[in-house]
């Protein structure tokens, strides 16, 4: 049984830094790997993708302050977060998927059969 923790939420003030894990048991390590975000109101968005050789994609308007990794020795999925903006709040959720032929580059939910139950990032002005 496939089970995908988050931790690692809070808040912090804009300009500040978290980085929030993805715990994983029961996923094998050759799936793709990603991150998704969900404001209050808003629909999810695709924040950021990683594949089993370490290919990731990022969502513009993250690139540059983001960054997914992981350590297949903790079966954990990072994302280290950046010069945070107050329009980066919402609910963090993890994401699992099978590989795909093209690689790990989806930013689409559809693609991503296990979630996580979520971690809050508030970010103040």
């Known amino acids: 049984q496939v089970s995908l923790v988050e931790s690692g939420g809070g808040s912090v003030q804009a300009g500040g830094s978290l980085k929030i894990s993805c715990a994983n048991s029961g996923y094998r390590h050759n799936g793709c790997r990603a991150w998704f975000r969900q404001a209050p109101g808003k629909e999810r968005e695709g924040v950021a993708t990683?594949?089993?050789?370490?290919?990731?994609t990022y969502a513009d308007f993250v690139k540059g302050r983001f960054t997914i990794s992981k350590d297949n020795a903790e079966n954990t999925v990072y994302l280290q977060m950046n010069s945070l903006k107050p329009e980066d709040t919402g609910m963090y959720y993890c994401?699992?998927?099978?590989?795909?032929?093209?690689?790990?580059?989806?930013?689409?939910?559809?693609?991503?059969?296990?979630w996580g139950q979520g971690t809050q990032v508030t970010v103040s002005s």
């Open positions: 994401a699992a998927g099978p590989p795909r032929r093209g690689g790990c580059y989806s930013l689409d939910a559809s693609d991503y059969g296990y």
């Open positions: 990683l594949g089993n050789a370490g290919s990731t």
